[in-house]
């Protein structure tokens, strides 16, 4: 099992919004996300920066690499892309974390 760790930025003022879309997370994207072998995903909110912090396990890090060609994927980034930084595809911008600890 492969932990992965990301950071992301949120617009001001949209936490709440963010939120929201995750509370009521589509039924099929959460059993795409679990189908492809991810695990103990958290997202942490950081007020004074608005940056995201994500961290979450794969199982099969080809399958998960090859979410991003998912069509349920890429309709969430289109309608989470008024909430954060995203790039032309409306992707996050997101930037991988490097792990220095672990207490398992």
């Not at 069509?71 to 930037?95: A, F, G, I, Q, R």
Request: charged share 30%.
């Amino acid at each position: 099992m492969e932990r992965i760790a990301f950071k992301m930025k949120l617009y001001p003022g949209r936490e709440s919004e963010y939120r929201k879309r995750h509370d009521e997370l589509w039924p099929e994207l959460s059993a795409l996300l679990k189908k492809t072998g991810v695990s103990d995903y958290s997202i942490f909110f950081d007020e004074e920066t608005h940056m995201l912090f994500g961290v979450l396990k794969v199982s099969n890090r080809a399958l998960f690499d090859r979410l991003a060609e998912e069509p349920v994927m890429l309709k969430w980034w289109s309608y989470m892309h008024d909430l954060m930084e995203t790039n032309m595809d409306k992707s996050p911008v997101s930037k991988a974390l490097k792990e220095v600890f672990y207490l398992g």
